[in-house]
C-alpha cells in the first residue's frame, strides 16, 4: 500500500473540498490530486533516485510528497535553514538527488545537481499529464528524515511506506474532519510533525493552512482569518504566542484543538497557555522521528481534569506525554535489561507497524524483537501514563543518584526572573558530577545566583539544588525549539 492511496481516497470521498490553501483561493483535494500525478510525471522525467526539497512551508510540500509516492521516489526534505555546505554533505549521501527548491537557494546550493525551482515545478506538473501510481512493495521507503543532531551528527531516517500507513491508519478516522475544519500548520517541513501532519490531515478531509515562516503575530493573525481549528506548534512556538498575548486572553473563537510536540513542554507554559486558550482544548503528541511521528497522547479532557485537579496524582499527568496510541507498546527497562515496575524511571522501549528505527547506511536500531530504544528515559505510572525525563545521555549522576534536568528546569522556570533555563551535568571530583543551570533572565530582571538557588531548595530535595548559575543572554535552539546541549556542554568545557 502507497501513501498514494491516501490521496485517491480523500479525492474521491471529498473532491470539491478545499486541501490547501485559503478559504478563497485553495486547491481542492480532487486537483490536488490531478498535480500530484502531473508532478509524480515530472519527476519520472529527471529520471531521480531521490526527490529532494529545500523549501519554506507552503502548497509545494504536500504536493511533492504525493508526487514523489506516485512516481515511486524517496522524498527527502532538508532543513533549509543550514549553511549551503551542511546540505550539499546530506545530498552526497543520496543516489541521483533531484533537488526542487526555493528560488534563494539558486546556487550554490544546486551547482553540479539537477534541480528545478518550486515554481518550475509547480508550472510543470499542471502542464504534465498525470502519470499513473505503480503499486510499489510495502517495504519501499517513502519519506527520509535526517536527524536534527542534536547530540550527534545527523543520520537519514528511513520510514517506508508501510511505517507511515500504520501510522495513519491507527490514528486518523477517514473523512472525520467536519467540512469547516482548518489546520494550522506552522512547523518546518523537515520534521516529522509536517510529514504527519500533510498525511493525516489529508486523510481526515482537513483544509491545511501553511504558515511560511513562523511570528506569533502571524499565527494569531491566521488563526482568526482563516477560521483555523487546529493547529500544530512546538513549544517555543507557543512560549512567544503567550509573550504576544501578555495577560489577554486569545481571540480565537473556531481554534478547538492546539497539538504541541517536538520539544518538552516547560510545564508552567502549558498552565499558562489553558488559560489563554481556555475555549480549546489541548493534546500533547510525543514521537520520534523513528516512529513515524506520534506513538502517545495526552488528549484534551485528561489535560483540563489535571489542570482542575485536586488530586496530586492525577495533576501531575500534565507533565506526562499521555498514553500509547493504539498499535504501540511501551516498555521501560533498567539498566541490567529488565522492565521496570510502574514508577520507576529507565530506557524508554517502544514497538508496533508505525516503528521504523532504519537509518540510509547504518541499518536497522531495533532488537530481535522489534523494539527500538528511543534513548530517552522515561517512567509509566499505574495507570499507564508516560512521563518522558529526557535523553539518557542528558540525566545527571551526582553522588549516585539519578537527576533528571527536566524536574529542575520546570522549578526555575516558575521564578518569574527566569525567562528560559537548561541543566546540565559537568564533571565534578567529589560528586562526579555537579549541576549547572545556564539561565537566561527575563528583560530588566534583577535576581542573582544565590536567590535562584534557594528557589529550588525550597521546591526540590537539597541534592536537586543548582551547585552554579550560568547566565547566557539565550540558549541554542534548533528551528524546532530543541535544545543542542551538545553546544552548551562544549561551552561549559572551554571555562
Known sequence: ????????????????????????????????????????????????RHVVFVGRNGPCFPQLLFASAIAGIPFVPLNYRLSAGQLQE?????????LVADEQYFPPLTEGHRAISVPSFLAESEAAAPLEAAPPDDDDPAVLL???????RPKAVVLKHEHLIAYILSTVEFGGADPDEASLVAVPPYHIAAVGSALSNLYAGRRVVYLPDFDPEGWLRLVREESVTTAMVVPTMLARVLEVLGDRPADAPALRLISYGGARMPQPVLERA????????????????ETSSTIALLGPDEHREALAADDEAV????????????????????????????????ELWVRGAQVSGEYRGHGSALDADGWLDTRDRGRLDADGYLYVEGRGDDTIIRGGENIAPAEIEDVLLRHPAVKDVAVLGQPDEEWGEKIVAVVVREASADV?????????????RGSRTPDEIVWRAELPQTATGKLLRRELRAELSRR
Open 90 to 98: 546530506m545530498i552526497a549521501e543520496l543516489d541521483q538527488p533531484l
Open 1 to 48: 500500500m502507497s501513501l498514494s492511496l491516501l490521496l485517491d481516497m480523500a479525492a474521491s470521498g471529498h473532491p470539491d473540498r478545499i486541501a490547501l490553501g485559503t478559504r478563497a483561493d485553495g486547491v481542492t483535494f480532487e486537483r490536488l490530486a490531478r498535480d500530484a500525478a502531473g508532478g509524480a510525471a515530472v519527476l519520472r522525467g529527471h529520471d531521480a
Open 315 to 346: 495533576r501531575r499527568r500534565l507533565g506526562s506525554v499521555g498514553r500509547p496510541v493504539p498499535g504501540i507498546e511501551v516498555q521501560i527497562r533498567t539498566d541490567d535489561g529488565a522492565v521496570a515496575a510502574a514508577g520507576t524511571s529507565g
Open 448 to 460: 542573582d545566583a544565590e536567590s535562584l538557588r534557594a528557589f529550588v531548595r525550597g521546591r526540590l
Open 146 to 152: 535526517f536527524t536534527s543532531g542534536t547530540t550527534a
Open 274 to 289: 489553558l488559560l489563554a486558550f481556555d475555549q480549546a482544548g489541548f493534546c500533547n503528541a510525543y514521537g520520534l522521528t
